[in-house]
C-alpha cells in the first residue's frame, strides 16, 4: 500500500509539474510568434503610467 501511495503521489507531481511548464512554455512561444508589434503592450502602458513617480524603499545610491 505504501508503494501505491508514492507511485501515485509522484504521478500526479509529474502531470501537475508538466501541465504548469507546458503552459508557461507555450505562452512564451505564442506571444514571441503572434505578438506582432504589441508584445510589451501592458509593460509599455505601465511604466508610461509610472514616469515621474517618486521611488519608494531601499537605500539611496
Known amino acids: 500500500m505504501p508503494g ?3 507511485d501515485l ?3 500526479a507531481v509529474l502531470i501537475i509539474g ?3 511548464l ?3 512554455i507555450l505562452n512564451g512561444i505564442g506571444t514571441k510568434i503572434f ?4 508584445k510589451s503592450e501592458f509593460v509599455d502602458k505601465s511604466e508610461k503610467i509610472q514616469t515621474g513617480w517618486k521611488s ?3 537605500f539611496k545610491k
Open 18 to 20: 508538466i501541465t504548469a
Open 56 to 58: 519608494v524603499g531601499g
Open 35 to 38: 505578438g506582432g508589434k504589441n
Open 4 to 6: 501505491y501511495i508514492m
Open 22 to 24: 507546458m503552459g508557461v
Open 9 to 11: 503521489t509522484i504521478v
